[in-house]
């Protein structure tokens, strides 16, 4: 899930609480995708569980980079956990 900390009706914040809080979306990579690049925004968004944080701008290859990181990530994970459930 990309995000960014400035939306027009919540904050990028408030959407990473509440998705966190969602036990369907725990383990859901979340990447704060934003201008704001202060280091109290950087602390704040991984306090809230975002998995990573991109400044803007930033070149489409570093997004994708990213992306493709915490995809693979994560598919790995969901693999490693059906292993586990099948043994």
């Known amino acids: 899930i990309l995000l960014d900390v400035m939306m027009p009706k919540l904050t990028g914040y408030q959407v990473a ?3 966190r809080e969602m036990p369907e979306f725990r383990s859901t990579p979340i990447i704060m ?21 991109i400044g803007k701008p930033a070149a489409p290859s570093l997004l994708r980079s990213r ?19 099948s043994e």
């Open 17 to 19: 609480k509440k998705l």
């Open 67 to 85: 992306v493709r990181r915490w995809l693979l990530r994560t598919d790995h994970g969901d693999n490693d956990q059906r292993k586990q459930e």
């Open 33 to 53: 995708f934003t201008a704001r690049a202060d280091e109290e925004d950087i602390v704040r968004s991984f306090e809230l569980g975002v998995n990573d944080y």
